[in-house]
């Protein structure tokens, strides 16, 4: 059964540093596009970060770009959020989601483009 799980969230002081995880079991990531999603209280889910099946184009959300870095390892079946210079809004369970594709271009950071999500990790940026 396709599964992904994501972990590596936390409390962190403003201005600090997390690095989300999201490890795929099941199946293998290699042809998956794959993205973060973001969703704070009372706010609708938002797309922030994508990649490509090679993870060699990304796209970024305007609020999180310069700061947020997406990657991924297939070897380890794993992709990865690296989160710096963290605010007070981002504060929110963040997912990941993949989406099989047999283009070496294809990424999005749009919901409805994504059919596997994961559990979430709760992100909370407070002093």
């Known amino acids: 059964q396709l599964q992904l799980v994501e972990s590596g969230g936390g409390l962190v002081q403003p201005g600090g540093s997390l690095s989300l995880s999201c490890v795929a079991s099941?199946?293998?990531?290699?042809?998956?596009?794959i993205a973060w999603f973001r969703q704070a209280p009372g706010k609708e889910r938002e797309g922030i970060s994508a990649?490509?099946?090679?993870?060699?184009?990304?796209d970024y959300a305007h609020s999180v770009q310069g700061r947020f870095t997406i990657s991924r390892d297939n070897a380890k079946n794993t992709a990865y959020l690296a989160m710096n210079g963290l605010k007070p809004e981002d504060t929110a369970v963040y997912y990941c989601?993949?989406?099989?594709?047999?283009?070496?271009?294809?990424?999005?950071?749009?919901?409805?483009?994504?059919?596997?999500w994961g559990q979430g990790t709760q992100v909370t940026v407070s002093s």
């Open positions: 989601a993949a989406r099989f594709t047999d283009s070496p271009f294809y990424r999005s950071l749009s919901i409805a483009d994504y059919e596997d």
């Open positions: 099941g199946f293998s990531l290699n042809g998956y596009a």
């Open positions: 990649m490509t099946r090679s993870g060699h184009i990304t």
